[in-house]
């Protein structure tokens, strides 16, 4: 079990979101079915079309040498498409660096967020994350350090640097002295059902403590609880619990908790009222009452058994934490964002202490992704990862 350490002096998770760009209207004309076929037809043929049916056909992994690039449709511009794309017969997922790109659901700007893309079930074949996806967030170091110390999101902000390692793995870098202090290499690794992040981190200076924070936007989902077997501190024994929140404050704080027993239940069980019935966009004295009227209460986790997951449809989604040999996990969940409902954000902190210039420390994650087959199920891929056994 991790004790969790509440550390907001060092992180503040406001998540913010850029103005919405005016677009032009357009007039929406009918497509006929002899259209679409026509046009995935087209598509099929087309270079886009080669090198993504051709790929996840086959099974074959799509990486650096594979990038789509220079597909023209019609009398379009040339794009390339932001990335790289990993992909096996199970999961097509898709790394990027926070080079500006655009926002798939209002067409607004993009800027800074970094990590996984989207990520596609193949037995689901819809992105489980908003278009923020799943991201490095923030960062600080005591003493302050790196040019953009002053920035809540500096890792956004500073140049990240994408290589593509081979099929199945992509490492992203980023320099200290142009973020906030840290040093990080992260690296993503497919592989069946889950992948890898390896995060690896060093200052240049010696520092007193550190802490970096990631968010995973989720898209959608009917189920915006997560659950994890933890202690908050009104409790004296470790019990499972749903966590959820009562909307987004900005803070990373107003955790609620209500107790849950998982054992033999069918996905669609763990659903037990609807949270859009109490959740907010933006929390409010509304939303927090409709929460704790729903059974929840606020509460700060004061230790975790290293795992959460959540639930999109009948996939699981779980984030499995490799105990630390120096530093800690902590997990929290952001409601809504600042956008719509049924977009929670899932999102976990690394603290760690004193650190010598130069020394690096590594902390690994694991994020499994496929159709839940029950607690104990999920409980064997939790123990695979934590204990370093082979399937």
Known sequence: MTAVTNNEDQISSHKGHPGKAIMKQRRIRRVRPAAII???????CSSLGTVSFAALKGGDHIAKDARISDVTFGDSASFVMPGVLLVNEHLRVRIVDNAPRINS???APLPGYNGIASLVATGQGRDIFAPAGLDYECSSTTPRMGKRADLWNAPRVAPIILNSIDGHTVRLAQAGSEAAGLNAEITYHLEDDHIDQTITTWPDSDIQSSSTFWASYMLFVQNTSLYLRGKTCDMAHTSWLEMTSAGHNGSGSGTYFRPCDPEGKQWYEFLTDNPVRRQAIVESPDSRALTERAGFRPGTLTSFDDFFFGFVDDYVAL???RKPTEGQFSPWISASGNQALRRPAADFSIQSGPQRAGE????????VYKPFAGLDDLLKEVDRFQTGRNR
Request: aromatic letters at 28%; glycine letters at 0%; a positive charge.
């Open 38 to 44: 026509t046009t995935a037809a087209y598509l099929a």
């Open 105 to 107: 659901v209002d067409y």
């Open 319 to 321: 984030w499995i934490f």
């Open 360 to 367: 690096r420390r590594t902390f690994a994650v694991r994020f």
